[in-house]
C-alpha cells in the first residue's frame, strides 16, 4: 500500500504491484464503453476518468480518451504526501511512469482553476491533461514533458524508466526555444492517437548529437 512517506520510487512499485486487479477491474467499463463508442460518435476525443480503489488501499484514476479506432487509457495512481498535497504518478508498463509533484497541480490551479478543493483540481488535471509527449537532455538529468495544457519540468528519478515533475509552465509564459520543443511534444501526443504505436518510440533526446562522419 501506497503510503505518505514513500519515495516515487516506492509509490511506482507499489502501483506495478496493482496493475493486474485494475486493469481486470476496468475490464467491464472498457468493453462497455467501446460499444457506446461504436454508437455515439460524439463520445469520440471526450476524456472521461474512472475511479478505483485497489484492495490494497490504493487510489486510482484512469483516464480514457476513445478515438475512432482505438481507446487511449492512462493510469494514474494517487495519494496524499504527509504536508497534506496530492501527488500522483502516471504508470506506463512498457515505457516511462512519471512521478507528479504537488507543485505541478498547485502551479496548474494557479492558471485554470483557483476553485474547488484539492482532490477535484488534480482530477481535472489528469483528466484534461492525460496524454503526455516527453523529451529528454542527453547532458544532464532534465526532462520535458508536454501536455495539453502546457509544459512541465522535470528530472530524472531512475532514468529512463521513472521521472519526477517538478514544475508547470502554461503556453503563455513559454520561451522561443520552449515553444519550439512544445510543437514536437504536441506532434508526439498527436502520434499517440494513432492505431498503431511502438511502446517509448515516443520518447526521444531534444539535444541529439551531430552526426559522425
Same mark, same amino acid.
Given at each position: ?21 485494475? *486493469?481486470?477491474? %476496468? ?8 460499444? #457506446? ?21 490504493? #487510489? @486510482?484514476?484512469?483516464?480514457? %480518451? ?11 495512481? @494517487? ?9 500522483? &504518478? ?19 490551479? &494557479? ?17 484534461? #491533461? ?25 528530472? *530524472? ?18 520561451? &522561443? ?7 514536437? %511534444?504536441?506532434?508526439?501526443? &498527436? ?10 518510440? #515516443?520518447?526521444?533526446? @531534444? ?7
Amino acid at each position: 500500500m501506497i503510503v505518505q512517506t514513500h519515495s516515487p520510487e516506492q509509490v511506482v512499485r507499489e502501483a506495478f504491484r496493482d496493475l493486474p486487479a485494475m *486493469w481486470n477491474k %476496468l475490464k467491464q467499463p472498457i468493453e462497455r464503453l467501446q460499444r #457506446n463508442v461504436r454508437k455515439d460518435r460524439s463520445l469520440r476525443l471526450q476524456p472521461q476518468l474512472h475511479e478505483y480503489r485497489s484492495h490494497e488501499g490504493n #487510489n @486510482w484514476l484512469v483516464a480514457i %480518451l476513445p478515438t475512432k479506432k482505438v481507446l487511449q487509457i492512462a493510469p494514474f495512481v @494517487w495519494y496524499r504526501g504527509a504536508d497534506g498535497y496530492y501527488r500522483a &504518478a502516471r504508470i506506463v508498463q512498457d515505457g516511462v511512469c512519471f512521478h507528479i509533484s504537488h507543485h505541478v497541480f498547485e502551479q496548474y490551479a &494557479a492558471r485554470f482553476n483557483r476553485t474547488g478543493d484539492g482532490l477535484s483540481r488534480m482530477k481535472e488535471f489528469i483528466r484534461e #491533461n492525460m496524454d503526455f509527449g516527453m523529451e529528454y537532455c542527453l547532458d544532464n538529468d532534465e526532462v520535458r514533458v508536454g501536455v495539453r495544457h502546457g509544459y512541465i519540468i522535470g528530472k *530524472w528519478v531512475v532514468p529512463h524508466k521513472l521521472a519526477q515533475l517538478i514544475t508547470f509552465v502554461d503556453h503563455g509564459k513559454l520561451h &522561443a526555444d520552449q515553444h519550439e520543443q512544445m510543437d514536437r %511534444l504536441d506532434q508526439q501526443r &498527436a502520434e499517440g492517437l494513432r492505431p498503431l504505436r511502438i511502446p517509448g518510440s #515516443n520518447v526521444k533526446p @531534444w539535444d541529439l548529437p551531430p552526426p559522425t562522419e
